[in-house]
């Protein structure tokens, strides 16, 4: 059976059609998925943002609480996050066990963080593209055809300066795009498809597309963004400020929600087109096809937007995870399993019938296709972000600073939404979930 691992960034669970939720946009071909496969509920990254959740996709092996994290090994184009780290070299990466059982293994992304040989991202992978050009990746020299776009983009907020220097670089990345080939989605599943196509006879694959958009800056060709608005001429929200909202309009944040819907179908139609060329292959029926994305993004709904880890809100921590099985089992079916990034690895490999190492920790979700039981119960979860941690169980959930002060509460069944604190009425109930979850899960204090 060959394997197909889609990795979408920042793509919110309340944005896909499938999950029927009030701000859905458009998304057939994730729609269509969702029809084919076992689709989890309440699926959350392991940790946040985007390299932690993609050390555990990976490796199997939990990134949080992110011990041994120190800001005097952060180099000059890291990010400044506890757990943004290389894949550990003592981790063993689910590529690197199927190449080593005969899997011909692939890897393509634009995500420009994995690119550094460093971070270990391409080990175990016989071929990888790396689609440059992404944000702040240093790619193209600035001129002054990209300094002028400058001038139309709307910056401002307390990471103004940071977003300005991604932009600039951004656009000096992208000058002289004219088709929607030439855009990034359109680029990492091209080659996908073109993998798939070398692949098909090649004895079984393990093939990763790994698709940053829609990750900002929200740059889609226009007839995208008037789906979801028109009439508008400010400057363009194309990059958020992490941080409070309040520096920016109602209408402007109304447009930054617009153009984060527009990356998301353009996504999504492409991803279409690759799930279409899988079909015409024939590959749909011995192809294992597991589809997450790694967190979500804010776009003011709690004073915030961005990603902020102190704002632990369902539309940052709650993703889009799909299995689809080549022999239709939970086709169709929902899981309100409490499944994240770190049980990807096992649950392929025990698909594939291969022993999973010992060190490996995640769990094999492969029971619940068939409507069983996973391996051991989780009554509750527990996520980090660089200084905050959160939790849920079935009833509440909580995040608080790491030493668990400035803990927020909220009723999940009276307020699914988050909108309602009442952490200072119900102090027990803190105390019951730092201590019997987030304590005992990391294992001891935090960090």
């Known amino acids: 059976m060959n394997v197909v691992l889609v990795i979408v960034d920042s793509l919110r669970k309340d944005h896909v059609g499938a999950y029927g939720m009030e701000r859905a946009v458009r998304t057939p071909s994730l729609d269509a998925l969702a029809g084919e496969s076992l689709r989890f509920t309440r699926a959350y990254p392991e940790s946040i943002p985007s ?10 092996t939990r990134t949080w609480p992110f011990r041994g994290w120190e800001l005097s090994n952060v180099n000059e184009d890291d990010v400044a996050l506890w757990g943004w780290e290389p894949i550990p070299e003592e981790q063993t990466t689910l590529a690197e066990i199927l190449v080593g059982e005969g899997y011909r293994t692939m890897f393509v992304t634009d995500t420009l963080h994995q690119f550094r040989a460093d971070y270990n991202f391409h080990r175990g992978f016989q071929a990888f593209e790396f689609i440059r050009g992404q944000e702040r990746d240093l790619y193209m020299p600035l001129s002054p055809a990209s300094q002028e776009k400058i001038e139309g983009v709307l910056i401002g907020g307390p990471k103004a300066s940071h977003a300005e220097e991604i932009m600039r670089q951004y656009f000096a990345n992208t000058l002289g795009r004219e088709r929607e080939e030439d855009w990034f989605s359109p680029r990492v599943f ?6 798939l196509r070398a692949a098909r006879d090649a004895g079984p694959f393990f093939l990763v597309v790994d698709n940053y958009d829609p990750h900002e800056p929200w740059d889609t060709p226009d007839e995208y963004i008037s789906l979801y608005s028109d009439g508008y001429e400010d400057p363009e929200p194309m990059i958020p400020s992490s941080g409070p909202s309040d520096w920016m309009t ?7 929600r617009a153009r984060y819907s527009a990356e998301v179908t353009m996504m999504d139609r492409w991803l279409g087109r690759f799930l279409d060329e899988m079909n015409g292959l024939g590959l749909m029926e011995d192809t294992l096809l ?5 967190h979500g993004h804010a776009f003011g709904e709690h004073g ?3 990603k902020v880890s102190a704002a632990m809100y ?5 993703i889009t995870f799909m299995i689809r099985d080549p022999n239709g089992r939970g086709a169709g079916e929902a899981s309100d399993f409490f499944a994240s990034t770190h049980d990807v690895a096992s649950t392929i490999l025990s698909a594939l019938g291969i022993e999973r190492p010992e060190a490996m920790g995640g769990q094999n979700l492969g029971a619940l296709l068939d409507g069983g039981e996973p391996e051991e119960p989780r009554p509750h979860f527990t996520s980090g972000y660089h200084d905050h941690v959160w939790t849920r169980d079935g009833r509440y959930a909580m995040f608080a600073r790491n030493d668990g002060s400035d803990a927020r509460l909220f009723d999940l069944e009276a307020d699914p939404n988050m909108d309602r604190d009442i952490a200072p009425a119900n102090r027990d109930v803190v105390r019951r979930m730092w201590e019997g979850y987030v304590l005992e899960d990391a294992g001891g204090p935090l960090p």
């Open 190 to 195: 091209s080659k996908g498809m073109e993998f």
């Open 314 to 318: 369902p539309e940052l921590t709650d």
């Open 304 to 306: 915030f937007v961005g």
């Open 51 to 60: 390299i932690p959740a993609r050390r555990s996709i990976h490796t199997g």
């Open 290 to 294: 597991v589809f997450v994305s790694d």
């Open 250 to 256: 109602e209408p402007q944040i109304e447009r930054m």
